[in-house]
């Protein structure tokens, strides 16, 4: 059995639950400890004020001094957008961990939505609700999420900068009644909304909604489901409670529903989110299932030491979504699938030379399906649009570290590498090293597809001493193919010390 303990710096609650994890009981918790700090003031500063960070520090030592009474066997402390936004952030985590000691991870968006999913995946019942189409509304503090499943795969995902503490603050700024807001609010949220409709929502049925939040879930769990603690809630049961919160005071409310009086005005932001997306999608049914960002951080930890079975692939919602990005810009699907495979084959022939994994490997697939997206916008500058589109395009589940990786391997599949990339900003070395070996593999599956007309999907690569054997099985003319293979050939030989070498076998 491991003691596991998570930590979520939230925007306007920070939370440390403990968990108990073991191959046969699964994932059990045990505690969960909540404080209401507001940090929602970076939306509109940028930084946390000297008060909010002492106090931020006061309540992460005694998380710290709860961890130790359990006396965890690991733990991990993720922050999300209020974190995320301010202008001096690694100020600030070098402040914390020199007065707390907790090492705080800064999740990107993509990352935070992930754990969320997997934490959805932890209840249960997920499978079976996105077998028809599904909508999960992720709401935080600075934005909300929304990804569109169908037949059990991520189709497509979108963030808006709609979270109810930034809603909030720009309700503030307009300086009008009580009375006036609510209508306000929905008449900004139909019209971003709006946009999210004609992009994604055309000829497609929805049929659910799962919500994720920390206020509207809690009342269907509590008070609204049809069966207590079950989340589920009809389209008509839920229009109803969301007329009740947008007509009555906040005393009524407070009554009504015994929530916290702090509570009602981000209850009444997150309730009109979710009305909007309702009417927006014409769902039957919404599902609150009551998870939080811990419960995605010890799924994925329970899953990394194979202490629970996996109940969801989400490394394909990963390919699922590139694949989304490449048909939006136009990319060829029959060429990307050819990539796909000859750049996997030959990953999988060199594992003790590179020395990469399989992340590294799910970033090369991902590469391979976007190699082409820049040509929506220029044939000529195919490299640097490439990047830019990628680097400009959230893909759920990598980290924005990921994202430039992938850019990167993209940009010099078409150009010729930039070495000085090692000495810039924002790249170590690792990371370094991972672009220059994953881009040599993909330049050599893009030599064997030069003239774009799949002659050599069926592959074999074998190393044999200082030697790359490509074994090409086809009938077809590989003259091209041939003839433009050797620059392409210098630069992996340069990277691995190995030489590639195209052999032919005909069909007899």
């Not at 005694?62 to 301010?86: H, K, L, P, Q």
């Not at 009938?475 to 010390?497: H, K, M, P, Q, W």
Request: a neutral charge.
């Amino acid at each position: 059995m491991k003691t596991f303990a998570a930590i979520n710096v939230g925007s306007y609650e920070q939370s440390l639950k403990i968990y108990t994890i073991t191959k046969n009981s699964g994932i059990r918790e045990v505690d969960w400890i909540r404080n209401r700090l507001d940090l929602g003031g970076t939306f509109a500063t940028g930084k946390l004020s000297h008060e909010v960070m002492d106090e931020l520090c006061a309540v992460l030592r005694n998380f710290v001094s709860i961890m130790e009474g359990y006396r965890v066997d690991d733990y991990r402390a993720c922050a999300t957008s209020a974190i995320r936004e301010t202008k001096n952030t690694a100020i600030v985590l070098d402040q914390i961990m020199q007065r707390t000691g907790v090492k705080l991870d800064v999740l990107s968006n993509s990352e935070q939505r992930f754990l969320d999913y997997k934490s959805i995946a932890s209840r249960g019942g997920f499978e079976k609700i996105i077998e028809k189409g599904t909508l999960v509304l992720d709401i935080g503090g600075g934005s909300i999420q929304m990804s569109l499943f169908d037949k059990d795969k991520l189709s497509a995902t979108q963030n808006m900068r709609l979270g109810v503490l930034r809603l909030q603050e720009k309700m503030s700024r307009l300086n009008v009644r009580p009375s006036e807001n609510g209508p306000l609010l929905e008449e900004l949220l139909e019209a971003q909304l709006s946009v999210f409709r004609k992009m994604y929502l055309k000829d497609r049925v929805i049929e659910n909604i799962i919500v994720v939040d920390d206020y509207i879930s809690a009342l269907i769990l509590g008070k609204l489901g049809k069966v207590a603690g079950s989340g589920y809630l009809d389209r008509d049961s839920m229009a109803s409670y969301m007329n009740y919160l947008q007509d009555h005071t906040d005393m009524e409310i407070v009554r009504y529903f015994d929530t916290p009086e702090e509570n009602v005005p981000l209850l009444r932001i997150s309730s009109a989110i979710v009305r909007q997306v309702a009417l927006m999608t014409d769902a039957k049914m919404i599902w609150a299932p009551g998870v939080s960002l811990c419960d995605g951080m010890v799924y994925e930890y329970a899953e990394e030491y194979k202490l629970l079975a996996q109940v969801h692939d989400f490394e394909q919602d990963i390919v699922t979504c590139a694949r989304g990005i490449s048909k939006r810009y136009m990319g060829s699907k029959r060429r990307a699938e050819t990539l796909e495979q000859i750049a996997l084959t030959i990953f999988d022939s060199m594992k003790r030379v590179h020395g990469m994994g399989r992340r590294e490997r799910l970033l090369l697939r991902i590469a391979t399906l976007l190699h082409d997206c820049g040509k929506y916008i220029s044939m000529v500058n195919l490299g640097e649009c490439s990047y830019a589109i990628i680097m400009a395009t959230e893909i759920i589940g990598l980290s924005h570290r990921e994202r430039e990786i992938v850019a990167n391997i993209v940009r010099y599949n078409h150009l010729e590498f930039d070495y000085s990339m090692e000495n810039s900003e924002g790249i170590d070395r690792e990371e370094y090293l991972t672009i220059v070996k994953l881009t040599a593999i993909l330049q050599i599956a893009n030599a064997l597809d030069r003239s774009h007309k799949q002659k050599c999907r069926d592959i074999k690569a074998v190393r044999k001493d200082d030697k790359l054997i490509l074994t090409i099985t086809t009938n077809e003319d590989i003259t091209l193919e041939r003839g433009l293979f050797g620059s392409r050939a210098e630069f992996f030989r340069e990277v691995y010390s190995i030489e590639p070498v195209i052999r032919q076998k005909r069909i007899l």
